[in-house]
């Protein structure tokens, strides 16, 4: 599974950094609600690295940014720190719960995102799960394995997954599974260049020049035009289904917060297709506004 730069099913591109964005304001809460991302980990960050949430697992699941030792910043490492912070955006006050299934070139195998949501179901307290990866079958058909492993989680637990960043309509996985919230990129009102699309796709949101969270790291590159292009400071911007995704799952939790229900009444109606805009291959339309968001 890849949650990939370029071609395969995270980023479109590269991450470029960015000027600090403000912190996602405190949202009052009827309950609380748990958001977990299968990703490459999580990065301290002013946006939350004084949470108790965060301090119960940080060293566990922190990234790993340049395990090469090249000097330069691995082709994925931050992306379970950007998920992170699109996830918040949408939800300030959900609690995050990490699991690295990913390496910081942006690869894992299907083993270890099993292992995961096993560990996930038997602790029982996520509401939604982000799955920012995937990847294609040699049949279109989904893995058994990792189909049982998503019932295992139940139904009180949304899960969300990118739909991929191929360009075409090839059933993606897990993210075209029946149980779960595959999302696509779009590009403003229209489907973003790299985006997958098709009939197994149920939401789309924005995906392009998306801004958050990142980590520490300053490359060997030289500036350039007046900007260093690998001196992150902590944000960047960046491309992808990969950051489509949590943006839905952030607003699913965000509303179960908000309204105090269940993370799937929620997710009914944030994908009521009678009460929001759809597009054809590419779902219902998640807008980036809304009572439950920070803009």
């Not at 609380?32 to 940080?58: C, K, M, N």
């Not at 270890?112 to 079958?137: M, Y």
Request: proline letters at 8%; hydrophobic letters at 45%.
């Amino acid at each position: 599974v890849h949650g990939q730069p370029l071609w395969w099913s995270g980023p479109a591109d590269r991450p470029r950094p960015a000027a600090p964005v403000p912190a996602p304001r405190a949202a009052a809460a009827r309950r609380d609600v748990t958001v977990a991302i299968l990703d490459t980990g999580l990065s301290p960050h002013p946006w939350y690295e004084d949470a108790d949430w965060f301090r119960e697992q940080a060293d566990e699941v922190r990234e790993v940014l340049d395990a090469d030792l090249d000097g330069d910043l691995d082709a994925q490492a931050g992306h379970g720190t950007f998920v992170a912070g699109v996830v918040l955006r949408h939800a300030p006050s959900a609690r995050l719960r990490a699991l690295r299934v990913l390496g910081g070139d942006g690869v894992g195998d299907e083993l270890g995102v099993i292992r995961a949501l096993e560990r996930l179901a038997e602790w029982g307290r996520a509401d939604v799960v982000n799955l920012s990866l995937g990847c294609h079958t040699y049949d279109d058909r989904p893995s058994p394995l990792l189909t049982r492993a998503v019932a295992a989680l139940g139904r009180r637990t949304v899960v969300v997954a990118c739909a991929g960043n191929t360009a075409g309509d090839r059933p993606f996985w897990p993210a075209a599974m029946k149980p779960v919230v595959g999302v696509a990129a779009l590009d403003g009102g229209e489907r973003a260049w790299f985006s997958n699309h098709g009939w197994w796709v149920d939401a789309c949101a924005e995906g392009t020049e998306v801004t958050s969270s990142f980590v520490h790291f300053d490359g060997p590159r030289p500036p350039a035009d007046g900007a260093d292009p690998d001196d992150f400071r902590g944000y960047a911007t960046w491309s992808g289904t990969s950051f489509a995704a949590p943006a839905v799952a952030g607003r699913i939790a965000g509303l179960a917060a908000a309204e105090g229900i269940g993370a799937a009444d929620a997710a009914d109606r944030v994908l009521d297709p009678e009460a929001n805009p759809s597009l054809p291959g590419l779902g219902v339309v998640v807008g980036s506004g809304g009572e439950h968001a920070d803009s």
